[in-house]
Nanobody, 128 residues
Framework: EVQLVESGGGLVQAGGSLRLSCAAS????????IGWFRQAPGKEREGVSC????????YYVDSVKGRFTISRDNAKNTMYLKMNRLKPEDTAVYSC?????????????????????WGKGTLVTVSS
């Protein structure tokens, strides 16, 4: 059974940090590009960060550049999103996803071409 399971979300004060994890199983994790997406209440889903290609090129939405870091550990079949200096506007449900399709459109991470597998999401709430 294919699974992507996120963990690490929660409530944090503005300026704090969290590290999200996404554990993959049921497929060959190494073969896929990875991405983190978020959806805030009343807003469309947004590509936060992704890493693609054999060289591990990474992309970030402008609002998180310099604060968030995406990474993966293929030996553990796990991907991460380290989030520093969190802001109230970062509050959202964060979901991990993997794909063999195109994921970078116009220099940003996008699920417009469809992702192969999605996690169910983890809630991050940043209080002011």
């Amino acid at each position: 059974e294919v699974q992507l399971v996120e963990s690490g979300g929660g409530l944090v004060q503005a300026g704090g940090s969290l590290r999200l994890s996404c554990a993959a199983s049921g497929f060959i994790f190494d073969d896929y590009a990875i991405g983190w997406f978020r959806q805030a209440p009343g807003k469309e889903r947004e590509g936060v960060s992704c890493t693609i290609g054999s060289d591990g090129s990474t992309y970030y939405v402008d609002s998180v550049k310099g604060r968030f870091t995406i990474s993966r550990d293929n030996a553990k079949n796990t991907m991460y999103l380290k989030m520093n200096r969190l802001k109230p506007e970062d509050t959202a449900v964060y979901s991990c996803a993997v794909t063999k399709k195109v994921m970078v459109v116009g220099g940003t991470c996008s699920a417009v071409y469809g992702m192969d597998y999605w996690g169910k999401g983890t809630l991050v709430t940043v209080s002011s």
